[in-house]
């Protein structure tokens, strides 16, 4: 199978290479780039376990093959700790418990990312309808919502 | 409440102390199996049965080794060779792990490709040609156990049908004539439907076997990497496999629920394969592949009566079940009974008789029968007796609670013997309803809910009164292969007075790297961020037998205590010798031994360590350490009481829980925060099949559910804002009176649901609803179809 040359700024970093087209975005990230903290949890879209933030929207790794990606800036959970500083709402998610297997976590953490960067001040409601894309099956969402309540009063 | 004995510097318990993992849980610096890389590994895909039986009458590699970058295909042929073909089940019955001759249910595995990409291995598997010839498939549990069903476990010599089991408990004869002498009785089928744990990590493995020293390491989405280590011991022995050279690591884990419990074929196929091929092998399951053939939970038909006098006191319960077990016996339940703990069924009440037989099933499905979040059974036998519950209450004309509230066991008779051989050990049923009630509003809701039918809108309200039974377990009830059910903790005390804890369970989420090192702070009064606890690795932690069954805390938990207390004893000595006084001169409070009455003249624990590495007695061995293999005297017996509100759109059928009010006991609590999350997601796993969630079958042995496109999750838009409460009523055994708190609401939940929907429909003439009550159900009901 022939390769093509991407090029993606990944947390803000250039990163080119030659992929197979059928690459998943999720896979190039992970295996490729060794960014473990963006997961897969399902192979049909729904859990949004591998949620990534491509060119300021929430998307869902595991469904954008890597040449789709080329040319554009992608953002996952180890991008979002600047100068080893949390970003409010890895925070929230730590002081409201919002996690325990932590496994959906990043993909969830993005997920309220692209939310809050729409809307800084969403209702409980806006909250729930914007990680509903997003499974959790530890947690049962309300300290979710609680952390990204949390993080929407900090920003 | 749980009574605070440190400060929250220490953060002993009874502190919302914040979890040690997350800092990397938040910052994507996990550690899961599908992040386990090594030099060298190779990636396998399993090729799966599209048939739910069929004889295998070929399999062909030739296409799938010419691609580019697959090594190997590894057949049943291949595992024959080694007699690793079969593998026993946790429950001492036998599994294929690769078939040679037929396979026995949908999405069975029947070849692995082993190659350098997990995309060549994904061509590799769509070019192994398998042919096959169908065979009469059995589905249905009843057809199975007719006579003249095929017999399908044909492997198992002197297997003449397909039952697997016949287990009962209690007394027939006096509950026979309970029946006969009752005022009424009411009888109702339930039928739980086989779900999935669905966990958000799904199962998998890395496999990396050294030939020249015979060492076998396996990173591995383990619930019990050291019952593993064993069984694997046992299993691979004859082909050099050494328990010593097996190393397990099962290091963060993406949900367990119970799904991690088994050993799956891939996990064999996988330490086969690197032993063949020389190279680690990763294996981690699709979402699709996880649901349709890992271990599911419940799939099980009763047949639930109960007998009462006319002035509302129960009297008898009586409660046949066909348990629908798939292919083999695989239930990896470690209980002696065969139905685990559904002795329970009694529930909260104090029956004067009461039988119940269950017989296990063969059928044409996959291989299963716990998993999802509950204590053996428990789950079951609890939805037959608060649906029953509610049942009577409507046909006597009497309030639900207040029918609970007249049978309920009174505290007093703690410990309560029930008919069906179980020894509750507290509990103050009465009083977790009351706060329930009050905290709802009960009687305000009664009020609205009779206007609101008046307009013709659809509102309910259900009650369920649960007792759980968890902390498996004593050793006489309960073992895994023969290995008892004990659990362990192991405690170094550095010279610094900074701690490490190892255990023998293993967290999937629950947080132990925070509350075990609680539980040492509250015994030896050493702060929790000075105590690092490790789980997980075989070569380092001591022998246990993992965490499902809500058994950390009873098990584990208990052996960290008694760990904690054998370090303060020689503490103890080691502060006399200090202090020049006898131990009998010494008093104790967190963290410092004092001369009694001189609060001045003390030692703390860190000076008392130090002591204990630089200047310990003459005639003690130095260092301060413990280890504690804990065996239960008994389970524990978590209870609640659990009101539900819903809405019902009567045009769609649609429910709505408008509130839910989750009131727990489970004892004392070691971290409050820990606890409440425990409990939103157990109820959140209660909601789930109760509402959505459901596995069946076609007659052919097709799935449904399969996937995440139709096996259906709550979301955060159907997932209620849960409210919680909380009583106290410690377990009297326990060594710190805790007793389990993550599966208690998955078990409570779900038959408050389904009264409260029956409660909103029960003037149209609805008694019952099967779970899940999805709209289709509910809109059929509302109208008579």
């Known amino acids: ?155 | 409440m749980t009574e605070l004995k440190t400060s929250a510097e220490i953060g002993g318990m009874g502190h919302s102390v914040k979890r040690k993992e997350d800092p990397r849980f938040i910052r994507g610096r996990g550690n899961y199996v599908d992040d386990v890389v090594r030099p060298g590994m190779l990636y396998m895909a399993i090729v799966r049965s599209p048939y739910a039986h069929a004889k295998i009458l070929s399999i062909n590699s030739e296409k799938a080794l010419a691609h580019p970058g697959v090594a190997a295909v590894i057949t049943g042929e291949t595992l024959k060779e080694y007699n690793l073909h079969w593998m026993p089940t946790l429950m001492s019955d036998t599994q294929m792990v690769l078939p040679i001759e037929k396979v026995m249910y949908q999405a069975q595995e029947v070849a692995a490709v082993i190659a350098t990409s997990r995309y060549a291995a994904a061509d590799g598997v769509e070019l192994v040609e398998v042919e096959y010839e169908p065979l009469e498939v059995v589905i249905d549990p009843f057809k199975a156990l007719e006579p003249g069903a095929p017999v399908l476990r044909t492997d198992k010599e002197g297997q003449k049908d397909n039952r697997i089991f016949h287990w009962e408990a209690g007394d027939k004869a006096a509950t026979d004539k309970a029946f006969k002498d009752a005022d009424v009785t009411i009888s109702q089928d339930i039928y739980i439907p086989r779900i999935h744990v669905a966990s958000i990590e799904t199962c998998g493995i890395v496999a990396e076997f050294d030939s020249v020293e015979g060492q076998l390491t396996l990173w591995m989405t383990s619930q019990a990497p050291h019952a593993h280590r064993t069984v694997f011991a046992m299993v691979a022995g004859h082909v050099g496999l050494s328990e010593e050279k097996i190393r397990i690591i099962s290091p963060d884990i993406g949900g367990g629920f119970g799904g991690k419990v088994p050993i799956y074929p891939g996990y064999v196929i996988a330490i086969a394969a690197t032993v063949v091929t020389g190279s680690p092998i990763k294996w981690v399951e699709h979402r699709r592949e996880n649901l349709q053939a890992d271990s599911f939970g419940r799939d099980y038909h009763m047949h639930a009566e109960l007998a009462a006098d006319k002035d509302g006191t129960m009297k008898a319960l009586r409660i046949k079940t066909i348990a629908d077990h798939g292919y083999t016996d695989a239930a990896t339940q470690p209980s002696k009974w065969p139905a685990g703990l559904f002795a329970i069924a009694t529930g909260s009440y104090p029956f004067e008789a009461a039988f119940c037989e269950v017989d296990g099933v063969y059928t044409n499905k996959p291989p299963g029968g716990i998993a999802y979040r509950c204590s053996f059974r428990v789950t079951e036998a609890i939805h037959a007796i608060e649906r029953l519950v509610d049942i009577l209450a409507d046909d006597l004309g009497m309030d639900p609670a207040e029918l609970r509230m007249k049978n309920f066991i009174p505290p007093e008779a703690f410990p309560y013997k029930s008919v069906l051989g179980l020894e509750y050990d507290s509990g103050n049923y009465a009083g977790a309803l009351k706060l329930a009630m009050e905290k709802i509003g009960y009687h305000d809701l009664l009020k609205e809910q009779k206007e609101k039918r008046e307009r013709g809108e659809l509102m309910g309200i259900g009650i369920s009164s649960f007792t759980e039974v968890v902390g498996a377990g004593p050793s006489k009830d309960f073992d895994i292969l023969g290995l008892k059910m004990f659990d362990s903790a192991e405690i170094r005390i550095h010279p610094t007075g900074k701690v490490l804890v190892r255990i023998g369970v293993q967290s999937q989420g629950q947080g132990h790297e925070t509350t075990f090192g609680q539980i040492v702070a509250e015994e030896l009064g050493i702060p929790v961020s000075d105590i690092k606890v490790e789980h997980g690795d075989t070569d380092t932690a001591p022998y246990g037998l993992g965490t499902y069954a809500s058994r950390s805390t009873p098990v584990a938990g208990a052996a960290t205590a008694m760990a904690s207390r054998k370090i303060r004893d020689k503490a103890k000595k080691i502060a006399a010798y200090l202090l020049e006084v006898s131990e009998d001169d010494l008093d104790w409070e967190p963290g410092k031994f004092f001369v009694k009455g001189v609060p001045d003249k003390a030692k703390t624990i860190q000076e008392i360590a130090f002591a204990a590495y630089t200047n310990h007695p003459q005639g003690m061995e130095a260092g301060l350490e413990a280890v504690s293999y804990y065996d239960p005297p008994n389970m524990t017996f978590p209870f609640g009481s659990y009101i539900c509100v819903v809405d019902i759109d009567s045009g769609t059928g649609q429910v709505k829980i408008r509130r839910f009010m989750a009131v727990d006991d489970c004892g004392n609590i070691i971290n409050p925060m820990i606890v409440e999350g425990q409990i939103h997601g157990g109820l959140t796993m209660g909601m789930a099949p109760a509402l959505m969630e459901e596995i069946s079958y076609d007659e052919e042995g097709n799935i449904y559910g399969g996937s995440f496109m139709e096996y259906l999750m709550p979301t955060a838009m159907e997932t209620p804002n849960w409210e919680t409460a909380k009583t106290c009523t410690p377990s009297p055994h326990h060594p710190i009176g805790a007793k389990g708190v993550g599966e208690s609401a998955t078990v409570g939940a779900p038959p408050a649901i389904v009264n409260a929907v029956v409660d909103a429909l029960s003037h149209l003439g609805v008694r019952h609803l099967e779970i899940p009550l999805t709209p289709e159900k509910v809109w059929r009901a509302i109208n008579g179809l």
């Open chain 1, 1 to 155: 199978m022939g390769t093509q040359s991407i090029s993606i700024k990944v947390n803000g970093v250039d990163q080119t290479g030659e992929v197979e087209p059928r690459l998943l975005l999720v896979h190039f990230i992970r295996e490729d780039l060794g960014l473990t903290g963006t997961h897969i949890g399902c192979d049909t879209t729904h859990c949004g376990a591998c949620t990534v933030i491509l060119d300021g929207k929430a998307v869902k790794s595991c469904t954008v093959f890597t040449v789709q990606a080329s040319g554009k800036e992608v953002l996952t959970i180890e991008g979002m700790t600047t100068n080893g500083e949390l970003h409010p709402l890895q925070a929230g998610f730590m002081e409201e418990h919002g996690l325990q297997c932590g496994f959906c976590t990043p993909g969830m953490i993005m997920a309220s990312h692209a939310l809050l960067q729409e809307n800084s001040n969403p209702t409980e409601e806006e909250i729930r309808f914007g990680i509903s894309g997003n499974l959790c099956r530890c947690t049962g969402y309300v300290n979710i919502v609680k952390a990204v309540q949390y993080a929407a009063n900090k920003i």
